[in-house]
């Protein structure tokens, strides 16, 4: 792995690079929401070399753009309905024809039609790899986190949007079943098959590891939030 790649990202820096065994991840902050962005690129030798994949188009849509730069995107993915992690989706379709991608619970929040809605189960392609769709009900309906298991050296990572930070789960607003229905699925679907050196790159803020989260769970749940 990239040994200079921190995740640490500011709005208005550039993007942080983190090259990996077949893929290349590129993480930019934008907005006043300081919400992260991440490019999948497939750098490995087969077809879907230099194919890429957008997950959340959030503000910004020139940042954007110039962190795509040259790369063959296809595919928009957005992780949850909130305004603020899809307010540049429209000009980023555009630009780039990509197909739209959301869970079908959140699709009708985005500002362009999904023309392809997942379920938890699914798989969307970036190249020639494949990023698992894991459904985390409890942020919003049709909150999911994206899994990329690597080849060999490569490890392990999830994409979670607002579901998942360092040092807790997402905002449930209080709402005591919602908050349930997340720290469940996020217990049972993340922590529960995935490694813990897992690396966790959130819709907000820094990264952080599955390994470094885990002892705290049941902290999190017994604190409600």
Do not use: C
Request: glycine share 12%.
């Amino acid at each position: 792995m990239s040994d200079s790649y921190t995740g640490d990202v500011r709005v208005g820096g550039p993007a942080d690079v983190r090259e990996l065994p077949g893929l290349t991840i590129r993480k930019l902050a934008v907005s006043e929401m300081a919400n992260n962005a991440y490019l999948l690129i497939d750098t490995g030798t087969g077809p879907g070399t230099g194919q890429a994949l957008l997950i959340d188009a959030a503000a910004d849509p020139e940042a954007l753009l110039g962190m795509i730069d040259a790369a063959d995107v296809r595919t928009v993915v957005t992780t949850h309905g909130h305004w603020d992690h899809h307010r540049a989706l429209p000009e980023v379709l555009r630009a780039t024809g990509a197909e739209n991608v959301a869970h079908a619970a959140d699709a009708a929040d985005l500002p362009t039609p999904v023309t392809r809605p997942v379920e938890h189960g699914d798989t969307v392609p970036v190249g020639d790899h494949e990023l698992e769709v894991v459904h985390l009900r409890g942020h919003t309906p049709g909150s999911i986190a994206l899994v990329w298991r690597g080849p060999e050296g490569a490890g392990t990572h999830v994409f979670t949007g607002d579901s998942l930070f360092p040092g807790g789960v997402g905002n449930t607003q209080s709402d005591a079943a919602r908050f349930t229905s997340l720290i469940d699925d996020v217990e049972a679907r993340l922590f529960g098959v995935l490694p813990d050196d897992t690396w966790v790159y959130p819709g907000h803020g820094a990264d952080t590891t599955l390994g470094t989260e885990r002892p705290h769970l049941a902290e999190w749940r017994d604190r409600g939030w």
